[in-house]
């Protein structure tokens, strides 16, 4: 550089020629000629694109591999160590490696797709799910958050769920409402299943029947990204990626399911006050904008599930979601609707609720309700033991004791009373019969009818008032009536 200047210099202001700065300086006169053209270097320019002889008959296969490349998944796009195996084998290239990574750089390079900076008003949202590992009462879980993001201010919302099914998306939307004070006018998704049925041919969505009436019920326009481009809706793609990091690594520990997202709500209202690139203003403050332009809230949330038509099959079982969820034996065979919520399943008949269960994430699992074979196993005692509904029942000590009690003085007749004695849970509480079960243990009271009257005076808090002769083997006190004379001889001090 010092002698670029100099010879500038020389020639600019001494007014040497080309010829007497390139004797003075060393250099030719071409190159003298260079330095006063340009004010600095200008450095290495190609006049014309470099040849290559061996491999310029091969890039048409290598972009027509590329151009291929683009609508398969991106875990199984070639490599370049890929490509050039590929037309060393198959078509008979015999140049090097390098050529053709250096040509597959320039050529993916030139494929980058570029992006216009946005500008969002208020008062619209974007919303997606994400996913990441958990350990919920010590088992490790892949849990899906889903997540809306109003860009306008950056203000989030994050919720965690076992999967993210149908009513998920409707509960993450029923709590983001709720956390926000208000409904976007506009919300922005990718195309999943869960909202789209289908894409028709002008590009128009097709919604699913729930996504339509959680829709209808808060009255807020849908709109949607392209295929397979994430990048539509960058905002809520940088808070899924965002919450990832800040807030499950490392993998989170909670007791439940709402412990964790109680943390997730925290860890979103918390990031109100940071002031992020670009900004002056806090999320918070910028959040006021976005609050005035968002539409008001119905009275009521969005019953947010996934309604099923289904029936009973000759166990009492209702399938839904590959699961097997019993209902009272009463109702066999018969038409019934299922509510699938995030946490719950609810199964009615007409318009009576006959069964609630904890949802079941996993496959062909059965969920139980013993309660529900009790009538059943009164009718079909032989099947007591090897019942898989009651597996796993665990009732208190009591409760056995009294079955033992009730074989050994009665025997399968004894089998059948301990399950009417089960079935008074069908009416009274499980504690309330428990105490019962131990108050009939203590009197030796070892029958259904002792045990139903001892849990009605317990309800009623009475005193019991057991009918002795049905009960024979009972201790029986024998008090004789007091005398007159014997009261006098106590006054006298007669007695001894």
Known sequence: MDLYRRVRLACHLENLSEREAAAR???SRETVRKMLAHSVPPGYRRSRPPKRPKLDPFTSIIDRILADDLAVHRKQRHTAKRIFERLRDEHGFDGGQTIVKDYVRERRRRQREMFVPLAHPPGHAQADFGEADVYIAGVKLRAHYFGMDLPHSDACFVKAYPAATTEAWLDGHNASFAFFGGVPQSIL????????ARILADGTRQRTRAFGGLQSHYLFEDRYGRPGKGNDKGKVEGLVGYARRNHMVPVPRFASWDAFNAHLEAACRKREYDVLRGHREPIGERFKRDREALGA??????????????????QSLVRYRSNDYSVPVAYGHREVWVRGYVHEVVIGCGVEVIARHPRSYEHEDFVFDPIHYLPLLEKKIGALDQAAPLQGWDLPKAFPTLRRLLEARMGKAGKREYVQVLRLTETFDLQDLHGAVRDALHLGAIGYDAVKHLVLCRIERRPPKLDLDVYPYLPRARVARTATASYMSLLGGGAS
């Open 25 to 27: 300086f060393g250099i």
């Open 297 to 314: 809230l119905p009275p009521a949330p969005f019953d947010a599930c996934d309604k099923q038509a289904g029936r009973v099959n000759s």
């Open 189 to 196: 998704y990718d195309n999943d299943s869960c909202l789209v």
